[in-house]
């Protein structure tokens, strides 16, 4: 066929092919494949050419689902919530709407309609994740370690083995934080962290120094605090934890506590403890360095308050119940999200008392001031650490 005889056809074609229906331009393709010798695909692109087409079809756009979660004071709300508990994880997020929401009319004086609020009850920890993450933010900066072995009494405290009865509240893990900033060199303030395993109930007491006496007090000032019995105290190799005081204190009473220490530079033997520096100290506190002395007090009246609060009432956590091994993958499961509260109150070691004192203080409680008043402390606590230099001088 010459040349000009295939332009014939393809005009001819051109008017037969955009004018059919999908089954009959399968037929005429076949013929002009067979005319012409063309490949299928060469002769596609030709007869769709935009140059052979009288008018451009419009971009016909893909139906799809419509959205749900589309509701312009969504993400307002979710973002305040997830600001006030210290950007969790979305499921975490998720667990913890059923405690935030329902103050959040009172604390900003806007009513929700009653469309956003199902939409809150009903929103997937999925949904949240993809709202959240353009805000998202990245966290880069890790702690300096500050123990120091205390090799006397390492053979009269036995390494952990795993032995503790896990699911019964009473069990602690035990560590300290540094607020020494860049240096650990001269005097600053440390926070003694406690955690326990079965709930997540949580304390934190503020020390100046890393003394053995100063520590003794605080873990003394954290048992009075306690909803439960101290069962098990499990810490690292620090001197400020392995002394006659803390070993006397545990074991010499009428229901000694099981007092344990983790293996040497093993630092996942207290994984529980070690995450809890993380996200209930150092995302509030950060990593400035405190040596001012002032700062301790003002830290304790912080952490026997506000903190222990917020962070024991209205901040849910995961679990970790079973791990298991698939050839080269760890698989891990998770309980679902839960506050250390409600954990005590799901627990049927607690007497119902306890039970009752917790909810009472509960109910009294409101999220969103406990999150203003501790930013309100941490600034001045800030505040303190400016003045540094100017007390110094005074001195």
């Known amino acids: 066929m010459s040349k000009k005889a295939a332009q014939e056809y393809l005009r001819e074609a051109l008017k037969r092919y955009h004018c059919a229906s999908r089954k009959l331009k399968h037929a005429i393709l076949d013929e002009f494949c067979a005319v012409c010798g063309y490949h299928r695909k060469y002769a596609i692109r030709i007869l769709n050419s935009p140059r052979h087409k009288k008018k451009p079809l419009r971009k016909r756009k893909r139906p799809g689902r419509r959205k749900k979660y589309d509701h312009p004071m969504l993400l307002e709300v979710l973002t305040r919530i997830w600001q006030g508990m210290n950007l969790p994880c979305a499921k975490r997020l998720k667990a913890g709407l059923a405690l935030w929401v329902p103050l959040y009319a009172s604390h900003f004086g806007i009513e929700l309609p009653v469309v956003l609020l199902e939409l809150l009850a009903s929103i997937s920890a999925s949904t949240i994740g993809r709202l959240l993450a353009p805000l998202r933010g990245k966290y880069a900066k890790h702690g300096l370690a500050t123990t120091k072995p205390g090799s006397i009494l390492k053979k009269h405290i036995p390494i952990k083995t795993n032995q503790w009865d896990e699911k019964r509240p009473g069990f602690l893990e035990a560590d300290t934080v540094a607020h020494c900033g860049s240096s650990t060199a001269g005097m600053f303030a440390f926070t003694v962290n406690t955690v326990d395993i079965a709930t997540g109930w949580t304390e934190q007491r503020a020390v100046w120094g890393k003394g053995e ?136 070691d607690i007497n119902p008392q306890t039970k009752q004192q917790l909810q009472v203080l509960f109910d009294s409680s409101d999220p969103f001031h406990l999150q203003e008043q501790i930013k309100i402390k941490i600034k001045h606590i800030h505040q303190l650490v400016a003045s540094q230099p100017l007390l110094q001088e005074n001195q």
Request: charged content about 25%; hydrophobic content about 35%; proline content about 6%.
């Open 213 to 348: 006496r100063g520590v003794f007090q605080a873990i003394q000032s954290i048992e009075q605090t306690l909803p439960f019995a101290i069962l098990g105290f499990d810490c690292d190799n620090g001197s400020e934890f392995l002394n006659q005081h803390l070993l006397k204190y545990f074991t010499q009473r009428k229901q000694p506590v099981h007092f344990t220490r983790s293996r040497p530079y093993h630092k996942n033997d207290n994984a529980h403890i070690e995450g809890k520096n993380w996200t209930h100290v150092r995302q509030y506190l950060g990593y400035q360095r405190f040596e001012v002395q002032a700062i301790v007090p003002a830290l304790n009246e912080l952490y026997t308050t506000e903190w222990r609060l917020l962070l024991n009432f209205f901040i849910p956590s995961v679990k970790l119940i079973e791990k298991s091994r698939q050839g080269s993958k760890l698989i891990k499961k998770y309980d679902q999200p839960k506050t250390p509260f409600q954990r005590l109150l799901d627990s049927p």
